[in-house]
């Protein structure tokens, strides 16, 4: 393969190996008592996260959900600040007063923070892009939601509006096959989410989700074409929520065959498979894997070691 | 005025719709960022009610931008042009309509600053109120619901003077603001306007008409039909002070308390359903702060606990009016 196609997915096997280890090591938190409130999954969706934000520029923003941690490590933000923010500790992102990967928001690093409302960061990403499209800047807003966000009427507004407006927005569905435990085929009398969107007037691809040549290729289309002034484009990345909706959930309502069938469509396994048969030796690949590891355990040992938010601070900050 | 500033070169007899208008243009010549939003708002139609008229004339269809029916979707939207840097002006075509954008207002926009710092200064313009026959749908005085969300500003100007100040300060604020506008005062009310910058501080009352006897806290088109019944009560020689708190998040406790503490009475007046209103949030204020000082229950006079009615006997009978306050002022003065 070229070389800068190499690189590039060198560079995403280490940002989904290190979403994976960070995802393993909260759950480890959570098994162990040591966990704050409720957190969520992430297995299954790292070629997603990782792919889409790995498009984007450093002016672009990006408005991810609560399956999108690779999206908040390619962004920059670190694994002890998102670890913290997990622990509800005063370094973590948001200091404490937003719940795991709720409120994950930095400006700094073109990343909105998403409230639980999905699809509410849509149009949200939409009136970025409008932004932009405003004041001439070739920039580009990115969005996320699932297949249950995708059925809500502002899923349609949203779609709407940035076609009337040719908005600068690229919106990536992640068909994960459940909205929390009820599978697409119980919430969405049409279930072809690229054809809704068709409808709306938004241009709209399939896509693997858990391919992750695929994400990088159609997803940096679907950007390029917004730079360019050719408007939105939904990208439906299909894919499996491996786990329960959130920590809590068991997930007993998922018939085991259908994750024994994407356990081998594994998209961590896959891209290792990818960057193995192109040649890169074992031993790369394990030295990126031990590499992430210890950014997990060091995350969770500052996380561990950071102070609680001071009480006395609770009223600050409602107030710009 | 506030702030110092005065009414040089005032425009005299403008409208209470006119400032809202004036106050777009200023602010909008002044600051490139600001852009208005909304359901049928750009020119050559101007709104439902024309107060975009003058501002579409002169900015175009790229600053004064027609939505599609979809508030949450352009709700949503001003929050991600505003993050972005922009100040959005979102027009709702009638307050009652802003339920349908509430989760990208009480969810997103109210919390963000809070929750992870960011700015997200919008205005969403709210023409609200009732008095003018126009049923369930058309008449409301939803505040309440946005007081109730942390993170939100609350504005309600009652004079044309006051309209066209909060709003400029309204448009540079920081945060997202609800800016309540009363219909019935559009066209109805006329008084001086500046010309030029002068913004009135949110956060602070105006005394509308001294008195010694007894408190009068409201705000919007209530205001004028207080000062109206104290005119009438000066004649049976009591004396009534009228408080017009002008933004109802944050609000002005100091001048409320200051005047009860003098007056030793107090009456809340608003439009809106009494019933775990903006009132009772003052009220329970007055009686927690001024307990020694009261020499009467506080009382409070509010649109009645059922959908603001349609055929005149019924609306009147809803709403608080200047012979409504006089008499529950009398009642409290007779305690």
């Given at each position: ?74 962004r920059g933000i670190t694994p002890r600040r998102i670890m913290a923010q997990q622990l509800g500790r005063a370094t973590g992102v948001s200091g404490g007063r937003d719940a795991n990967i709720h409120g994950c928001g930095d400006l700094d690093f073109g990343v909105i923070g998403f409230i639980s409302h999905l699809p509410q960061s849509l149009p949200v990403a939409v009136g970025a892009a409008m932004a932009f499209q405003h004041r001439d800047e070739p920039r580009v807003a990115l969005t996320f939601t699932g297949d249950g966000g995708a059925i809500t009427g502002l899923f349609s507004e949203s779609l709407n509006l940035a076609a009337l407006e040719g908005a600068p927005v690229v919106i990536v569905v992640e068909e994960n096959q459940y909205a929390y ?140 | ?335």
């Open positions: 393969m070229p070389t800068d196609n190499a690189d590039r997915l060198l560079s995403a096997y280490r940002w989904m190996q290190l979403t994976r280890t960070l995802d393993e090591a909260i759950h480890t938190l959570w098994l162990t008592g040591k966990g704050v409130g409720g957190t969520f999954n992430q297995r299954g969706h790292e070629a997603i996260s990782v792919g889409a934000a790995m498009c984007l520029q450093p002016d672009d923003v990006v408005a991810p959900m609560h399956r999108d941690l690779g999206a908040y490590l390619v435990s009820t599978p697409i085929a119980a919430h969405s009398a049409n279930t072809d989410i690229a054809a809704r969107a068709r409808a709306a007037g938004v241009e709209a691809v399939d896509i693997d989700g858990n391919d992750i040549e695929a994400v990088l290729t159609n997803v940096a289309a679907a950007v390029g074409s917004a730079r360019e002034g050719e408007g939105p484009t939904v990208v439906v990345a299909h894919t499996m929520r491996m786990l329960g909706h959130a920590i809590h959930d068991g997930a007993e309502y998922v018939p085991a065959e259908l994750l024994t069938d994407w356990e081998r469509r594994d998209p961590v396994d896959a891209i290792r498979t990818i960057l193995e048969e192109a040649g890169h030796p074992a031993h790369q690949l394990d030295e990126i894997d031990s590499s992430t590891r210890a950014e997990a355990d060091d995350a969770v040992e500052f996380a561990l070691a950071s102070p609680w938010p001071d009480p006395s601070t609770v009223e600050n900050g409602v107030w710009a | 005025m506030t702030d110092g500033s005065s009414l040089d070169d005032p425009r005299s007899e403008r409208t209470y719709l006119e400032a809202i208008s004036d106050a777009l243009v200023f602010e909008m010549s002044r600051d490139e960022n600001v852009v208005l939003m909304g359901e049928d708002i750009a020119a050559p139609f101007g709104g439902a009610f024309k107060v975009t008229k003058s501002a579409g004339e002169k900015f175009g269809s790229d600053r004064v931008r027609n939505t599609p029916m979809s508030e949450s979707a352009f709700i949503g939207a001003a929050n991600g042009m505003a993050l972005m840097g922009m100040r959005p002006v979102v027009e709702v075509q009638f307050a009652d309509f802003v339920t349908t954008g509430f989760d990208s207002i009480v969810q997103f926009a109210a919390t963000t600053h809070y929750r992870w710092g960011a700015k997200v200064p919008w205005v969403i313009r709210a023409p609200a109120d009732g008095g003018l026959r126009s049923g369930p749908f058309h008449s409301q005085n939803p505040e309440a619901w946005f007081v109730h969300s942390p993170g939100l500003k609350v504005v309600a100007p009652s004079t044309p003077t006051d309209a066209y100040g909060l709003l400029l300060s309204s448009i540079r604020d920081d945060n997202p603001v609800i800016f309540m506008e009363s219909k019935p005062l559009y066209r109805s009310l006329r008084g001086p306007v500046p010309t030029g910058d002068h913004p009135i501080s949110l956060g602070l009352a105006d005394v509308a008409r001294p008195g010694r006897d007894c408190t009068v806290i409201t705000y919007g088109a209530m205001r004028h039909q207080a000062t109206t019944a104290a005119e009438q009560l000066a004649g049976e020689g009591i004396e009534i002070e009228v408080i017009d708190l002008r933004t109802l998040k944050p609000l002005d406790l100091t001048t409320v308390l200051e005047s009860v503490a003098r007056t030793s009475r107090a009456l809340v007046v608003h439009a809106a359903n009494r019933l775990a209103g903006v009132g009772a949030e003052v009220a329970a204020v007055i009686a927690d702060e001024c307990f020694g000082h009261l020499d009467a229950p506080v009382r409070r006079l509010g649109g009645l606990d059922v959908p603001v009615p349609f055929s005149p006997p019924l609306e009147d009978a809803y709403r608080p009016d200047s012979d409504k306050i006089a008499q529950a002022c009398r009642d409290l003065c007779a305690w």
